[in-house]
């Protein structure tokens, strides 16, 4: 299923406001996994293994953000330099 926002709805788009985005539905497993819709791995150019962070806005929203770990590596070399 594939829903399409031309605006925000509510606060849980807000950050939205000027784009349209398409958004994708998926589903929890009983184990609490959640699969990223192809399309979605596609656009971020996330393979097997990606790494997320993943933080709760509050109840009934979450955000997801791809972690690059060689990136993330060399931030932490430069903090002990």
Known sequence: MVLYFAAPIGSFF???RKMTKKIETTRMSTRG???IPKEIRDE???DEGTIFAVMP???NT???KKIDKKKL???FKNLIR
């Open 62 to 64: 979450i955000v997801m």
């Open 14 to 16: 807000c950050f939205l």
């Open 44 to 46: 971020i150019s996330a």
């Open 33 to 35: 996994q959640v699969i």
């Open 57 to 59: 806005l509050d109840k």
């Open 73 to 75: 590596a060399d931030e």
